[in-house]
């Protein structure tokens, strides 16, 4: 460690010769955090930092260390550590506790918690505007910076204690080592002068942002950051809002069930490949049901025997009664299963513990009662470029990789099915999602408040056209060169019965709009990208 902080004193020095010198050099110290005291602050007027990132669930230990220290020093329990927070959130309300009232703090920070949805993220949000002092938010590409970063990250600016009216934000449209920092700095000196400036340079943009409307803002998240978003919430605000209902109303949410119990390559029988081929002759028929397993397995919107290959094993009643020939039979299966276990985990030198045939017989026992019936809708939690949707139309095993969309007459299943495959749904995925190294994380929390059309002001011919080309479907939207199809002008014509808007205006400037939003989102795709 001495040896790093050396380095890093000899690189201050080469960054800045003029200023550093034997007699004007900075003190650098390395240690924990919860070992610092307010007094080691006590000079301290400016907090440059770039927090740790690291799940609250893999570190829970640090988590509750870095909020005991939080608490012995404020005597209030951590605002911010709250449910599955990283450990970045908990870091920076301990800096702020330690440093004086007005100190500014500069923080390289995950972009989520100022979009997203959920009770961690609003906490955060809270905390930035009410203790942080947030002032200002300047959000950039990921090229050239961070790239290795799995989080997309934004810095933060604040004065603590010192609440602002107004937040700016800055975005920057080109990599950091494009931008002519000559006329970055002069914009921002004349910005002192003129607030009105919306440009510091070359590919640079600044707006300003009430404070007040981000606190009303703080429980849905900051989507009106960026001009693109500000401009999907207002078509939101007069498109959808006034005609429509949330999901969760109309339909109930919950994970696909398949993934958690360990033994996937058992469940997922096929999947491995010389596995099936050595048990594929023995396992009964009525034992193999259909299953989504990947998102990207499956290139079709409707999920059944025919549309995917994988397969799940679900042993009948029988096989887990001792004395039986289905008994007999799984017996067999579970004696390969566990030869080829061992097998492989040899090849690769693993040090793991094989399940027993007990527990693995547990496990299919109990997995094969999670079945997931026909008309099950599926949010993938995970898209890139494809916006895939499914719907069951056969019994069928279904992977924790994607959110089951049930309840409803079948009548309403399809419908929503529909508003699901349209770009008005994907428009509102977009901004209800957390961003992830160019990709789309949705979960349960993020699309419940997800806006459909209300059903019952929706004409019974359209509602026979939406369905017959839902059932019509095969592929999915190209969300990196998204066009238009009948759905979508069926959709259009829905919402323009509902406004005083055109069927035409309502459908391109939801196209346009998520061509801007998922440009913003995976700026520099490949043809070739996919989940």
């Not at 890093?8 to 003190?27: A, D, H, K």
């Not at 610092?36 to 400016?46: E, T």
């Not at 470029?385 to 089951?404: G, L, M, P």
């Not at 957390?434 to 002001?457: H, V, Y």
Request: aromatic letters at 8%; charged letters at 25%; hydrophobic letters at 40%.
């Amino acid at each position: 460690e001495q040896l790093f902080l050396e380095l890093l004193s000899i690189r201050l020095g080469l960054m800045f010769p003029l200023i550093v010198s034997p007699t004007n050099s900075p003190l650098v110290t390395g240690k924990d955090i919860c070992d610092l005291n307010k007094d080691d602050f006590g000079d301290v007027s400016v907090v440059l930092m770039n927090p740790p990132y690291v799940s609250g669930v893999k570190d829970s230990k640090t988590k509750k260390k870095v909020a005991a220290r939080i608490y012995d020093i404020s005597g209030t329990l951590s605002k911010t550590n709250v449910g599955q927070v990283g450990i970045e959130a908990p870091f920076l309300e301990l800096v702020t506790n330690l440093v004086k009232d007005n100190t500014i703090i500069s923080v390289v920070f995950p972009k989520q918690y100022l979009t997203a949805k959920g009770r961690e993220a609003e906490a955060v949000r809270n905390y930035l505007l009410n203790d942080f002092g947030l002032n200002l938010i300047f959000i950039y590409p990921r090229k050239g910076i961070f790239e290795d970063v799995i989080k997309d990250t934004v810095v933060l600016i604040g004065s603590k204690n010192n609440p602002s009216d107004k937040v700016k934000v800055i975005k920057s449209e080109i990599p950091l080592a494009e931008i002519n920092l000559t006329k970055f700095k002069q914009g921002l000196n004349n910005l002192k002068t003129n607030s009105s400036i919306h440009s510091l340079a070359y590919g640079v943009n600044i707006r300003e942002l009430n404070a007040n409307d981000l606190h009303q803002k703080v429980k849905d998240g900051w989507r009106n950051l960026t001009n693109v978003g500000e401009n999907i919430d207002n078509w939101i605000n007069s498109t959808l809002i006034p005609v429509s209902e949330k999901l969760s109303r109309v339909h109930n949410l919950k994970r696909g069930r398949i993934g958690n119990a360990g033994a996937s390559d058992l469940l997922f029988i096929n999947s491995n490949h010389k596995l099936w081929e050595l048990v594929k002759d023995i396992i009964p028929k009525d034992w193999l049901y259909p299953a989504l397993r990947l998102v990207k397995d499956i290139n079709n919107v409707f999920v059944n025997s025919s549309t995917t290959d994988v397969r799940f094993l679900a042993p009948c009643e029988k096989a887990f009664q001792t004395g039986t020939k289905e008994y007999n039979i799984l017996e067999k299966i579970l004696d390969i299963y566990e030869k080829v276990k061992a097998e492989s985990l040899a090849q690769t030198k693993q040090q793991k513990k094989i399940k027993t045939k007990e527990e693995l017989r547990k496990i299919l026992n109990r997995e094969r009662k999670k079945i997931t019936s026909a008309h099950t809708i599926l949010i993938p939690r995970n898209v890139r470029r494809y916006a895939r949707v499914f719907i069951t139309t056969q019994s069928a095993y279904i992977s924790t990789n994607v959110i089951e969309v049930t309840g409803g007459t079948i009548e309403q299943k399809w419908i929503t099915f529909s508003w699901l495959l349209s770009i008005y749904s994907q428009l509102q995925l977009e901004v209800m999602s957390k961003e992830q190294e160019g990709a789309r994380k949705t979960e349960i929390g993020s699309i419940e408040d997800l806006l459909l059309p209300k059903f019952e002001n929706i004409d019974n011919k359209i509602v026979q056209k939406l369905i017959n080309e839902a059932k019509t479907r095969i592929g999915f939207l190209d969300l990196c060169n998204p066009s238009t199809t009948t759905l979508d002008k069926l959709w259009a014509e829905v919402l323009s019965s509902l406004s005083s808007s055109k069927p035409e205006e309502i459908l391109n400037q939801a196209l346009f709009l998520l061509e801007e939003k998922v440009n913003e989102r995976y700026p520099e795709y490949l043809a070739s990208d996919d989940e």
